[in-house]
T-cell receptor
Framework: GDSVTQMEGPVTLSEEACLTINCTYTATGYPSLFWYVQYPGEGLQLLLKATKADDKGSNKGFEATYRKETTSFHLEKGSVQVSDSAVYFCALTAYGNKLVFGAGTILRVKS | DAGVIQSPRHEVTEMGQEVTLRCKPI?????LFWYRQTMMRGLELLIYFNNNVPIDDSGMPEDRFSAKMPNASFSTLKIQPSEPRDSAVYFC??????????FGPGTRLTVL
């Protein structure tokens, strides 16, 4: 079945450091790929998405590129802030219905 | 626009009691999803509806769980009887055109 694998956390960075959270997937067909963010005590918010190969999703300084050849969708940000501290989930959906999530990666940013 | 609304935000109950979680999807969205989040199993899809009709309930853990969607603006997830292992955060999400699901704030359920 479809699956998503994320790098394990927690990831601890100093403010203004570069961030990469790795995400790889296994899926039949051509899934859409997502990054969701969950701040403490809140629900999941869509951060960015990409629907086909070579698409780049971007939002709030975060970006990720849909790489079909490596089945990856790594999340990157050039300079993190304390307010970026949250849990980040990579997810896919093949037909727009069942979202398959990775385990989540905790990001902690220190000032 | 209001997002997905869930109630209650927190629920504490005793084992054996009935629990009802509620969800109001985004107006105009015709898909509604119920997810459960636990430390051990992460985020799992329990059931989803299209136009108020249950399409896939294969994620519902057992017969103690049931979900209904009597109209386009309301859904319930019921657990009867509840057990301590049901303690989790339950999320509702809705989707319209396109493949992006929008999540509610969740209900944190604690079964003592």
């Amino acid at each position: 079945g479809d699956s998503v694998t994320q790098m394990e956390g927690p990831v601890t960075l100093s403010e203004e450091a570069c961030l990469t959270i790795n995400c790889t997937y296994t899926a039949t067909g051509y899934p859409s790929l997502f990054w969701y963010v969950q701040y403490p005590g809140e629900g999941l918010q869509l951060l960015l998405k990409a629907t086909k190969a070579d698409d780049k999703g971007s939002n709030k300084g975060f970006e990720a590129t849909y790489r079909k050849e490596t089945t990856s969708f790594h999340l990157e940000k050039g300079s993190v802030q304390v307010s970026d501290s949250a849990v980040y989930f990579c997810a896919l959906t093949a037909y727009g219905n069942k979202l398959v999530f990775g385990a989540g990666t905790i990001l902690r940013v220190k000032s | 626009d209001a997002g997905v609304i869930q109630s209650p935000r927190h629920e504490v109950t005793e084992m054996g009691q009935e629990v009802t979680l509620r969800c109001k999807p985004i107006s105009g969205h015709d898909y509604l999803f119920w997810y459960r989040q636990t430390m051990m199993r992460g985020l799992e899809l329990l059931i989803y509806f299209n136009n108020n009709v249950p399409i896939d309930d294969s994620g519902m853990p057992e017969d103690r769980f049931s979900a209904k969607m009597p109209n386009a603006s309301f859904s319930t997830l019921k657990i009867q009887p509840s057990e301590p292992r049901d303690s989790a955060v339950y999320f509702c999400a809705s989707r319209g055109r396109g493949d992006t699901q929008y999540f509610g704030p969740g209900t944190r359920l604690t079964v003592l």
